[in-house]
């Protein structure tokens, strides 16, 4: 059966691609992303600090704090997407409150939309370890692409 992806709501595009998350060539395969929750407006993705995750300090790179916030927060706005219609990424901004271990720490981004308009979408996203101590939080703006 093939399914028309144009078809499909944004958040029903995602579910149906949560089975196969991690056995295709993507960001959250090679990170080690695992789904949390995925609800219209909100998503929470997962992940567990490793060696190759450090920053020339040893510590998590922030680069993976900002690759968490970038997924969870876009996804969420990509949840809410009508059949057809499409995003981008136009801003991201991340404030890095405390660093985080290599060594098997468990890291939780959430992200939520605030709005989304016909033209952007704007969402706010937080990373957490497992511990519930905070990480690093941030927003963003999305260039929402409308299908003809």
């Known amino acids: 059966m093939t ?11 995602l579910r149906a ?15 080690g992303m695992e789904v949390v929750t995925l609800e219209e407006g909100e998503v929470s993705f997962a992940l567990t600090t ?6 020339p300090l040893g510590a998590v790179h922030g680069g993976i704090c900002a690759t968490l916030l970038d997924s969870v927060m876009s996804c969420a706005v990509h949840t809410t997407l ?9 801003e991201l901004k991340v404030n890095y409150i405390a660093g985080a271990s290599t060594d098997g720490v468990r890291l939780i981004a959430s992200g939520r ?4 308009g016909r033209s952007t979408a704007t969402a706010e996203g937080e990373v957490r370890d497992e511990s519930g101590k905070l990480i690093a939080h941030g927003t963003t703006t999305c260039l929402v692409m409308r299908a003809p």
Do not use: K
Not at 3 to 13: I, P, Q
Not at 17 to 31: E, F, K, R, T, Y
């Open 113 to 116: 939309t605030i709005h989304v």
């Open 50 to 55: 490793q060696p190759a995750f450090a920053n």
């Open 17 to 31: 691609l949560l089975p196969h998350m991690n056995s295709a060539p993507n960001i959250g395969s090679l990170l």
């Open 3 to 13: 399914v028309d992806v144009t078809e499909m709501t944004g958040l029903e595009l």
């Open 82 to 90: 009508p059949a057809g219609d499409t995003y981008t990424t136009l």
